[in-house]
Nanobody, 127 residues
């Protein structure tokens, strides 16, 4: 199946940047659309950003639009989340997720749309 491993989390100050990476152990990475979700303490897991198999189509949550950028490198089996202008409200565990192709990237925003999940990486933004 698909195994996902996130890295790049950490403790930063408001206004700083971080880049998260998620490497997939899978035979054909381009057969999967990818996304990032996050979960803050006491909150439900929420969609952050999604990207199509080619990287050509993306979708973002309104809360991160203009600050975060999702991208992928199919040659490296890796999806990235560049996070700029971080705010304390961005503090959460960030999860990488993958799903087989089918649903349109712009519609795949629910936890249940994704079949495979990483273990998560903690991002903490201090004020």
């Amino acid at each position: 199946q698909v195994q996902l491993g996130e890295s790049g989390g950490g403790l930063v100050q408001a206004g700083d940047s971080l880049r998260l990476s998620c490497e997939a152990s899978v035979r054909t990475f381009s057969n999967y659309a990818m996304a990032w979700f996050r979960q803050a303490p006491g909150e439900e897991r929420e969609f952050v950003a999604g990207v199509s198999w080619s990287g050509g189509i993306t979708r973002y949550a309104d809360s991160v639009k203009g600050r975060f950028t999702i991208s992928r490198d199919n040659a490296k089996n890796t999806v990235y989340l560049q996070m700029n202008s971080l705010e304390p409200e961005d503090t959460a565990v960030y999860y990488c997720a993958a799903r087989p192709l089918g649903l349109a990237t712009t519609q795949a925003v629910r936890v249940g749309d994704y079949a495979y999940w990483g273990q998560g990486t903690q991002v903490t933004v201090s004020s």
